[in-house]
């Protein structure tokens, strides 16, 4: 990730990367903060933005694809790569194990379950372990939260950075919290994130829920396209920024009950999750949290190109999610 700066480009350097300044401050204007994001952009996006004309959008992908690697590689270089991405911890060694290390950088992973199953408590205990050393299971980086239902709380954060040792203030000012009202305000909220994320090290990002506004805001059958056409782009551009600056994903999603039409007979989960088959696609893993026994959840991983269908059993205390209790 080669974040794109105008205040450093002086003199004999008015190209960065062979770019010239004033376009670069154009790109930072359009939401285009990286190298990356030029070259992967699609042409139509670009000249979208003002003062770039086709012509010129040609010049500067051109400049761009020198530098980012957009051909074919070998599946052996993609193993290394893959070998070298971090996993930040959940708190709980048996959900770690089964997620084999953790929650997986660089790409979306959804947590979908009933109200008051969990999804909540393992994003804030997240938003502290990103923050950890490497060594113990972290990314030192900084988390982004982005709450649609208002259920983020600081003092939950707090708690869970005295379990670890961490300063309370440090990783409070670590965390970048933004409040989503509407639907397009919470696609705004992305393209702000992008920005931030080109200024410093971020290894996280939260949507807690990613549906919930759409959810209230699309009604009836009439309007169902429309949704998902909105809900599509949404993730799409979360999945960009999972790939251009390599941070954790993850979105909890809300669910509804299966088997509506009298189908209950059949065996099958009870509920499933909100947002069909585009959040499905979207996602990398998914993963599906149950009440267990007491202050005990049940994860289950139903999607992930790598890893098995399997069961994991954490709890939730005072000091976030734990390892389960008997």
């Known amino acids: 990730m080669e974040a794109m700066h105008a205040e450093d480009v002086h003199g004999q350097d008015q190209m960065a990367h062979g770019i010239p300044a004033a376009d670069i401050k154009k790109l930072i204007e359009g939401g285009v903060h990286t190298l990356e994001a030029l070259a992967h ?6 000249t979208a933005i003002k003062g770039l004309s086709e012509a010129k959008v040609e010049k500067l992908q051109k400049e761009a694809w020198k530098l980012v690697p957009m051909g074919f590689t070998t599946a052996s270089i993609v193993a290394e790569q893959r070998a070298e991405l971090i996993k930040v911890t959940t708190g709980c060694k048996e959900l770690d194990n089964i ?7 660089g790409s979306i992973t959804e947590m979908y379950g009933e109200f008051r199953s969990g999804k909540t408590q393992l994003c804030h205990t997240l938003c502290v372990t990103c923050q950890l050393p490497i060594d113990m299971g972290g990314a030192e980086g900084k988390a982004l ?14 708690q869970i950075a005295e379990r670890y040792g961490l300063s309370v203030n ?29 200024e410093s090290r971020f290894a996280l990002v ?4 990613a ?3 759409y959810r ?13 056409i909105q809900l599509g782009r949404f993730l799409r551009a979360l999945a960009k920024l999972a790939d251009e600056f390599g941070v954790a994903v993850v979105v909890t999603n809300q669910v509804v ?15 499933k999750p909100i947002g069909g088959n585009i959040m499905a696609h979207a996602t990398t893993t998914r993963l599906w949290i149950k009440k267990g026994r007491g202050e005990n959840r049940i994860v289950k991983i139903m999607a992930s190109p790598s890893l098995p269908e399997r069961e994991a059993t954490f709890g939730i205390a005072a000091e976030g999610v734990t390892d389960a209790k008997d």
């Open 170 to 198: 440090d990783v409070l000012d670590n965390v970048a919290y933004a409040r989503a009202h509407n639907t397009e305000h919470q696609c705004n909220l992305l393209q702000a994130a992008a920005g931030m994320m080109a």
């Open 211 to 213: 549906t919930a506004l």
């Open 257 to 271: 009950a299966a088997n509506l039409d009298g189908g209950a007979m059949f065996a099958g989960p009870s509920v």
């Open 206 to 209: 939260i949507v807690d829920s």
């Open 99 to 105: 997620l084999e290390g953790g929650i997986e950088t």
């Open 145 to 158: 939260y982005i709450d649609t239902e208002g259920t983020f709380r600081p003092q939950r954060l707090a």
């Open 216 to 228: 209230s805001e699309f009604n009836g059958r009439g309007e169902l396209a429309a949704r998902q």
């Open 41 to 46: 952009a699609p042409k139509r996006e670009l």
